[in-house]
């Protein structure tokens, strides 16, 4: 099983341009999350999703959208980025256990 | 929604001595907490997880206690070895769903 997947790993974006960053989990979870990490501020989760077709904002969802495309992927799109969006974003899943599996992360630098 | 606070920010521990990283949090019907494991470069990994029914868990060198009343959890490493260098997240459950709130991080450098 290859657990969680990302890609890109790395993306520099200039301000206002748009992107999708990917991902993909085949551990069968039904709950798949969103979090972007920034030094000092911890994880902060950006979206959610309970189930395929069932989306739900977190704590910082302004500049960004989700698909949940299948049971297996969801994906998170800056439509516009903007330098305060560089950061480092995680994609993780989970069973019904809570334990939350996390991706490699991607580092995306907005300029 | 539920709030965590984590201490210290960073932590310098002697190869060998003990390591303790402590957490707050605000919801009293939280009732998961579990602490993740960061290393440089590598997405979060669950290490220990605890439940509110339970005052304290142990797995090898490392040690998870809960205290409901006072509404905090502790991080306890002992014999720390050189691999123990991460950084180290809490988090608590938001109750009725399956969201964590994760703390701040703190990152443990042992010293050689």
């Known amino acids: 099983n290859a657990g969680v997947t990302q890609t890109p790993k790395f993306q520099v974006l200039k301000t206002g341009q748009s992107m999708t960053l990917q991902c993909a989990q085949d551990m069968n979870h039904n709950s798949m999350y969103w979090y972007r990490q920034d030094p000092g501020m911890g994880l902060r989760l950006i979206y959610y999703s309970a189930s395929e077709g069932t989306t739900d904002k977190g704590e910082v969802p302004n500049g960004y959208n989700v698909s949940r495309l299948n049971k297996r992927e969801f994906s998170l799109r800056l439509e516009s980025a903007a330098p305060s969006q560089t950061s480092v974003y995680f994609c993780?899943?989970?069973?019904?256990?809570?334990?939350?599996?996390f991706g490699p992360g991607t580092r995306l630098t907005v300029t | 929604g539920e709030n965590v606070e984590q201490h210290p920010s960073t932590l310098s521990v002697q190869e060998g001595d003990s390591a303790v990283i402590k957490c707050t949090y605000s919801?009293?019907?939280?009732?998961?907490f579990p602490w993740y494991k960061q290393e440089l470069g590598k997405g979060p990994q669950l290490i220990i997880d605890i439940r509110s029914n339970v005052g304290e868990k142990k797995d090898q060198r490392i040690a998870v206690t809960l205290n409901k009343t006072a509404k905090h959890f502790s991080l306890h490493i002992t014999e720390t070895q050189p691999e123990d260098s991460a950084v180290y997240f809490c988090?608590?459950?938001?109750?009725?769903?399956?969201?964590?709130?994760f703390g701040t991080g703190t990152r443990l450098t042992i010293i050689p």
């Open positions: 919801d009293s019907a939280s009732n998961y």
């Open positions: 988090a608590a459950n938001d109750f009725g769903n399956e969201k964590l709130t």
């Open positions: 993780a899943s989970n069973s019904n256990t809570y334990e939350q599996y």
